[in-house]
């Protein structure tokens, strides 16, 4: 199974805050190698307070396998998604999340997310998420 985790999930786990989703990634992290979609690695660095602790985040993250998720395609795609999800009368808060919504779906990657675009994400476009054990 390939599985990436939304910056809802690694913001948290980062700041060391023991929740059922940062307690999850752990069991995730050492099970699987981590996919980290580009735009998750941006929105995690640029709420790092100074230019020393993102340089640790970033070689955190060296390890993961860190992948471009932008481009024509997706961006067309996520657009299409963005556009049927309106049409149902829900409004995505981010396009960012409704590009890596799209890229996981396209590329068969679960995700694990603590943010509910992805829920209304994975109820109607058919985006595979995952969850910590005993979170509905």
């Known amino acids: 199974m390939r599985v990436a985790a939304d910056s809802s999930v690694w913001v ?9 989703h940062t307690l999850f990634l752990d069991q995730l992290i050492e099970k699987y ?3 980290v979609p580009d735009l998750v690695l941006l929105e995690v660095l640029r709420g790092v307070k100074s230019d020393d602790a993102a340089e640790a985040v970033a070689l955190r993250f060296a390890s993961f396998n860190i992948v471009t ?11 299409k998604n963005y556009r049927m999800l309106r049409a149902l009368g829900i409004t995505v808060r981010g396009s960012v999340d409704v590009l890596i919504g799209t890229w996981c779906l396209k590329n068969e990657v679960s995700l694990l997310h603590n943010d509910r675009d992805f829920d209304m994400m994975e109820k109607h476009l058919g985006l595979k998420c995952v969850r910590p054990p005993n979170v509905q």
């Open 33 to 35: 190698k981590m996919t």
């Open 69 to 79: 998720i932008g481009g024509r395609e997706n961006a067309v795609a996520a657009a």
């Open 12 to 20: 948290s786990y980062l700041h060391g805050y023991q929740t059922p």
